[in-house]
């Protein structure tokens, strides 16, 4: 089982957080009047050839305790769209079938997750990640997006 974990946590190699909001994703947000949100990309990658690898959740613990969660851009969209009655609409259905997945077999993927808060802190005690299928939370490797006006979040807060 160690083995398995150490796979994943390698399979697992950076986030960027906070990361700029695709155009296709932000304009259903906006036409479903849903708040905005905070988007990563999960670089993700299966060297070993075995199944594919997604990620259920990325979890940013804040100095002050509060757990700020992230999950996959295909199952935030469902939950928009089943919220505004908008769920068998051709552009969801295209969104959703984009942004779900992992990484396939011996392949890289980078997945969007999406966050129902607009506001990271500028320090984090620590970012993980989970991979589905009941993997154990790994600690991420967090890089800010390379873009003017992002304000990078800091991977560990001060002692």
Do not use: N
Request: aromatic share 2%.
């Amino acid at each position: 089982m160690h083995g398995c974990r150490e796979t994943r946590k390698s399979a697992l190699s950076a986030t960027v957080l906070p990361a700029d909001a695709p155009e296709d994703v932000e304009g259903p947000r906006t036409r479903l009047a849903e708040a905005p949100v905070t988007s990563a990309l999960a670089t993700v990658s299966d060297p070993e050839g075995g199944l594919t690898l997604a990620l259920e959740i990325i979890t940013v613990a804040t100095p002050e305790g509060q757990d700020l969660e992230l999950r996959p851009a295909s199952t935030v969209i469902e939950e928009w769209a089943a919220a505004a009655a908008g769920g068998e609409s051709p552009e969801v259905v295209g969104l959703v079938e984009q942004y779900a997945g992992g990484a396939v077999p011996g392949g890289t993927s980078e997945l969007l997750m999406l966050g129902a808060f607009s506001d990271l802190p500028d320090t984090a005690r620590t970012v993980t990640v989970r991979p589905t299928g009941g993997e154990e939370p790994v600690e991420a490797t967090v890089r800010p997006e390379s873009r003017p006006g992002v304000r990078p979040l800091a991977a560990r807060a001060p002692e």
